[in-house]
């Protein structure tokens, strides 16, 4: 697949989870070629269906019950739902952890056998910028967010070795319009090529659980893609063109921990009851 207009049969029903988010709003236009009709979820209130290629329905992923009716008639979902920041563990767990068993029961329960799962660099954020990782090297979260996102990928694992629902877990960078700073200038992840790799992680056959890392092809390259190629995903954007706005803005001081690790500010947000 090279581009979003040779996509293969689309599915008829693809589930977006987080649709209401910053992602999500995004999402709800530019996958649109892989499904006939979207399903579009999310706790927060949303715009309503724009046409018969859209439905939407509200659902609070910590409600099993909910998630299990969310998911009947779907045949791939996209699970880019929960909290994406940063919070208090009560938070993390009920949308994040609760959120994400009920979305691979409810796969498991109606036959669901592609997820996309929205994973994040947070699962590896205390490695250093000085390494180049893969994704076998050891897991290093961040953070409550990152340790729910390395949650969700053992959940991927098991539900593929248990049941045999195929995961892509895309360890996400960070996809904004444009880099905010100079970290982002290695972890940047355009719209563009997001969706191509949503896209490649649907249809490419037999990708068990596999796990990739979501960024552009940036000039500096923190992460080592090579066990994900058989998805075929070569980014075409980079954060260069950006480059002069970015270093127009002061450096970082010398022990800000976003020139240190690679999950930056995650590394020291929190703890939240002192």
């Known amino acids: 697949m090279t581009s979003t207009t040779t996509t293969p049969t689309p599915f008829n029903r693809l589930l977006l989870t987080g649709a209401a988010g910053g992602l999500g709003k995004v999402l709800r236009e530019t996958l649109r070629p892989y499904a006939t009709v979207i399903r579009l979820s999310d706790i927060a209130s949303m715009e309503p269906a724009t046409g018969p290629h859209e439905e939407v329905m509200p659902c609070d992923l910590s409600d099993k019950a909910a998630v299990h009716s969310l998911c009947e008639g779907v045949d791939a979902i996209a699970h880019f ?39 994040s660099n947070h699962v590896i954020g205390f490695h250093k910028q000085t390494e180049t990782i893969d994704a076998n090297a050891p897991r290093r979260p961040d953070s409550y967010y990152g340790l729910s996102k390395s949650y969700g990928e053992d959940m991927a694992s098991f539900y593929f070795d248990r049941y045999g629902i195929e995961t892509v877990s895309i360890r996400i960078g960070s996809s904004f319009p444009e880099p905010l700073n100079r ?15 949503i896209g490649r992680s649907l249809f490419t056959p037999n990708v068990g659980h596999t796990v990739v ?6 000039r500096d390259v923190w992460w ?15 954060s260069e063109v950006f480059r002069d706005k970015v270093e ?27």
């Not at 920041?85 to 329960?109: M, T």
């Open 81 to 119: 739902g929960g909290v994406s920041v940063e919070r208090p563990f009560e938070e993390i767990l009920e949308a994040n952890i609760r959120g994400v068993f009920h979305i691979y029961e409810a796969a498991r329960k109606h036959g669901i056998k592609r997820v996309i799962f929205a994973s």
């Open 224 to 238: 080592d893609n090579h066990m994900a190629a058989h998805l075929g995903f070569t980014p075409k954007d980079t």
């Open 183 to 197: 970290r982002m200038m290695a972890t940047w992840l355009s719209y563009r090529d997001l969706t191509d790799l």
């Open 213 to 218: 890392y979501g960024a552009s092809a940036n």
């Open 248 to 274: 127009a803005q002061p450096p970082y001081a010398p022990n800000d921990p976003a020139l240190i690790y690679q999950g930056g500010a995650f590394c020291e947000a929190g703890p939240f009851d002192d």
